[in-house]
């Protein structure tokens, strides 16, 4: 279905028309007696250029000033010329004076062609004589991106036209993979659509791509091989096609391509072998082409010298031989709006080219004009001026009023458009409203919070609620998903919505399942995480989606739903959290594993699994941990029943206290030994801060008679008041048999080692009533008579030392007799002679006369020696 009626189209001037002179004011002189067969334009590639191929062979470059510059392309003519869609690269065709044949010169224009580097073709190629005269050609660069499109005759066509080709065109659909050519002559359209299995792939740029679609066209290189490739032929018109320069390709504002011409019945539009819109405009099209969302024509009307409004002179001679005169008019068709934006006639119209964002049209007469698009603000006062949007929704166009709406996002307070559709009749235009504005990157939350809503309070637009979130199908998304979530740069995919409002409105509306989705897809792990714990009580999915996060993004969410997990699945949760693999930086930020034991309340046996595993795995664990798992190991231990399981939770105890590189504080293990009665650690815990008098004031509190005599014997020779303090706990207690084994060996020890005096002990046993006589008496007879035979041996000791004092005193007095005075002085004067004897000897001639001398002295005496 199409439309028809461009005639009823309401008419603005959506622009300014003004002559165009050089940038010091003058006019452009080398445009006056120029016959321009072809022009085109450098797409701003090389600063951007005008370029019009002339009659007699030459190329008229206009630069940004409107500075002119000619040069000799061909020497007899110049047919054709087209410009690559990149700019870049300009193809000419025609003849020269030694050439028999067409000649095609390929020019690069990603400088300017002035430039006297440039001003030489890149390439020639000179068209075979056995060939048919070229009146079209279409072919492609090999990474498939730009083509160009001149005129041409099949040679071994792939399919035979009575009539001239007037217009190709290739169309590519990239999600279908197709590609169309289009083909029209005067009379005809048709579409070539090439199988899928044909279309060669354009990621490789050294494939030849487009180009295989039809090197079984003799374009211009007749080494080329011909092939037969696929495809299905469609008439899509039988009876009207159009002349040439008549067909153009364009993008609609969905990015849809669609192949549109013009004859002397109206404009025709084409997207695949659909015809999406048809218009009558009468006259006879002399060109089509497009400036962004505008159809520009260029038609022939003849009118009445009456209904002409020019009173120039070339008009009023052909009033006065003529009844008719043949006016081309310019028209700017905005076609999504269905409204016409500009028109204006002028006598001849050589050619139209869109340049530096104006559009320019030279008129038979050589002067250049230019048309300004009006700013938006001044497009918008004319619309309402004329009421447009108003009168439309009056006649119910509700469709049209919503296509012109969308025309004003970014200068047009949505929140007045917003106002027009708020009838729940309306909730399909006010949708592709918010659509709009989303697309443009206009909306704000409120806009989206709405659109969301349009969708989601009709079940029937779910699918375009998953259209506009970007959702794919439940066949790619979970590997999509899982990509995305490991991919470090995030999602690349650019957003027209807030995504955390998209969430939670889809959540609000009970719609679970895009919300999860959009969640997935874009990272929001706490959403997610949120929406499974508290909606969908999905706690296996959760845990499983947990698994598949980096640590920092699972660790923050252990720590907002960690207690909810740990509740719901202990076990799972548990094993999960010991499946985190820290960096021991990670480690020490996130101070692992104090900050999560608050999600194990309620779950010691779960909690101890994960510390036990932490201080395996993890370095540099805090003191408060091993305190933290002792007081688990003692609440453990308290409610076993088995004797076997209890006796290795004790000895497991007991290593955690022993153990001397673990910083266990012993205030606090003290009194979690003694909250849960656990005897060995406190004993433990005394013995290893040497505080013996605490163990055995820690066992008489318990009674333990067996223990505080172990603890004597024990520590006892470190601390001899341990006896003397185990003595008085005894006497003191109240026993039938008087305690009378423990104090007999109690006062043995004390007796052996003399820590007590017997009336102090006589003092102390006294105490207790129920002490039997015989103990003291045993004890006093034992020791006086210990004491009788230690005074027996003293004495004996005593005139052992009086017999040697006798013996020493009477040899001092010896020794203080006149023989043995004299023996001493003899013994001095014994000592001088000897001296002086040696001396003598060694000094003296004489030596048997100085013996001699000596020896009359009795030197060698027996007592001299």
């Known amino acids: 279905m199409y439309n028809v009626g461009l005639i009823q189209w309401r008419r603005y001037n959506f622009f300014d028309k003004e002559s165009v002179h050089r940038k010091d004011g003058k006019p452009i002189e080398d445009l006056k007696n120029v016959s321009v067969i072809a022009s085109t334009s450098s797409n701003g590639a090389g600063g951007g250029q005008l370029i019009f191929g002339c009659s007699d062979g030459s190329i008229c470059v206009l630069n940004r000033d409107y500075e002119a510059n000619h040069f000799k392309v061909f020497d007899i003519k110049l047919q054709l010329l087209c410009h690559s869609m990149n700019g870049d690269t300009l193809v000419a065709i025609g003849m020269d004076e030694n050439e028999p044949k067409q000649c095609i010169k390929i020019f690069k224009t990603d400088k300017p062609l002035i430039d006297k580097d440039n001003a030489e073709p890149v390439r020639k190629i000179p068209l075979a004589v056995t060939e048919p005269p070229v009146s079209e050609v279409s072919f492609v660069l090999k990474n498939g991106a730009p083509y160009y499109k001149l005129r041409f005759k099949f040679s071994n066509p792939i399919y035979q036209e009575d009539k001239p080709i007037t217009g190709l065109a290739f169309s590519e659909n990239k999600l279908r993979n197709e590609l169309i050519l289009y083909l029209t002559t005067e009379t005809s359209v048709l579409s070539f659509r ?70 002397q019945m109206g404009v025709f539009a084409y997207v695949g072998e659909d015809k999406r819109f048809a218009h009558v405009a009468e006259g006879e099209k002399i060109a089509l082409s497009w400036w962004y969302n505008y159809l520009l024509t260029v038609t022939t009307e003849n009118r009445s010298p009456q209904m002409q409004q020019s009173a120039s002179t070339i008009l009023s001679h052909l009033r006065a031989h003529q009844t008719t005169v043949d006016q081309q008019v310019l028209a700017i068709y905005d076609v999504q709006g269905k409204f016409i934006a500009y028109s204006v006639g002028f006598s001849k119209i050589q050619c139209v080219v869109n340049e530096w964002g104006y559009i320019h049209i030279l008129t038979g007469d050589g002067e250049l004009h230019r048309f300004i698009e009006r700013d938006l603000h001044t497009r918008l006062n004319l619309l309402f001026k004329k009421n447009s949007y108003q009168l439309a929704l009056e006649r119910g166009e509700y469709d049209n009023a919503t296509d012109q709406y969308i025309k004003t996002t970014g200068f047009l307070e949505p929140s007045y458009v917003i106002k027009k559709f708020l009838d729940s009749q309306h909730i399909d235009h006010l949708t592709r409203y918010l659509e709009a504005l989303h697309h443009e990157k206009l909306a704000n939350v409120d806009h989206t919070t709405l659109l969301l809503n349009c969708y989601t309070k009709h079940p029937d637009r779910i699918q375009r609620l998953d259209q506009f979130i970007g959702l794919a199908s439940s066949q790619q998304k979970s590997s999509t998903d899982q990509q995305n979530r490991d991919n470090d740069s995030g999602v690349s995919e650019e957003l ?157 105890i007991l290593a955690l206290l022993q153990n001397t590189k673990l910083d266990v504080d012993p205030h606090r293990a003290m009194i979690a030994c003694q909250k849960y009665n656990f005897k060995p650690g406190v004993i433990c815990l005394y013995e290893k801060a040497k505080l013996y008098q605490q163990i055995l004031q820690y066992q008489m509190d318990n009674k333990d008679s067996d223990e505080i005599l172990a603890t004597c014997t024990t520590y006892g020779v470190e601390d001899s008041q341990l006896w003397i303090q185990a003595l008085s706990y005894f006497s003191k207690l109240k026993r039938s048999d008087g305690c009378r084994k423990e104090i007999g060996q109690i006062l043995n020890y004390i007796d052996k080692n003399d820590l007590l005096s017997p009336l102090l002990i006589i003092q102390v046993l006294g105490n207790n009533e129920s002490t039997s006589l015989d103990i003291l008496k045993d004890y006093l007879i034992r020791k006086l008579k210990t004491e009788q035979e230690q005074i027996q041996k003293d004495q004996e000791e005593i005139k052992e030392f009086r017999d040697e004092s006798n013996k020493i005193s009477k040899k001092i007095k010896e020794l203080q007799t006149a023989k043995w005075i004299e023996l001493v002085n003899n013994q001095k004067v014994g000592r001088n002679i000897h001296e002086s004897f040696h001396r003598d000897l060694e000094n003296k001639a004489d030596k048997f006369g100085v013996i001699a001398d000596y020896v009359g002295k009795r030197l060698f005496d027996k007592c001299q020696y």
């Open 194 to 263: 090439f199988q899928p299995n044909f279309i060669p792939s354009t990621r490789d740029s050294n494939s030849p791509s487009r180009l295989a679609f039809h090197h079984h066209i003799k374009a211009f290189e007749h080494q080329q091989q011909q092939a037969s490739p696929q495809f299905v032929v469609t008439r899509l018109e039988s009876e009207h096609g159009c002349n040439f320069n008549c067909s153009v390709l364009s993008t609609d504002v969905n990015g849809e391509q669609q192949f549109v011409i013009g004859n």
């Open 496 to 652: 027209s919505f807030d995504v955390d409002t998209g969430i939670d409105v889809c959540r609000q509306a009970g719609y679970f399942k895009q919300a999860l989705a959009l969640s997935e897809k874009y990272r929001r792990h706490h959403k997610y995480i949120k929406i499974q714990i508290e909606n969908m009580k999905d706690y296996d999915q959760a845990l499983k989606y947990i698994q598949t996060l980096k640590f920092q993004d699972a660790l923050d969410v252990f720590k907002t739903y960690g207690k909810t997990l740990v509740d719901q699945r202990p076990d799972l949760t548990t094993k999960l959290l010991k499946q985190l693999n820290p960096t021991p930086q990670e480690i020490e930020e996130q101070k692992l594993p104090d900050s999560l034991i608050d999600i194990f309340m309620n779950h010691p046996n779960e909690l101890l699994e994960y510390l036990e595993f932490a201080t395996t795995q993890y370095a540099n664990v805090s003191s408060s941990i091993y305190d933290i798992i002792l007081e688990l190991y003692l609440q453990n231990f308290d409610k076993i029943d088995d004797k076997k399981a209890k006796d290795k939770r004790s000895k497991q």
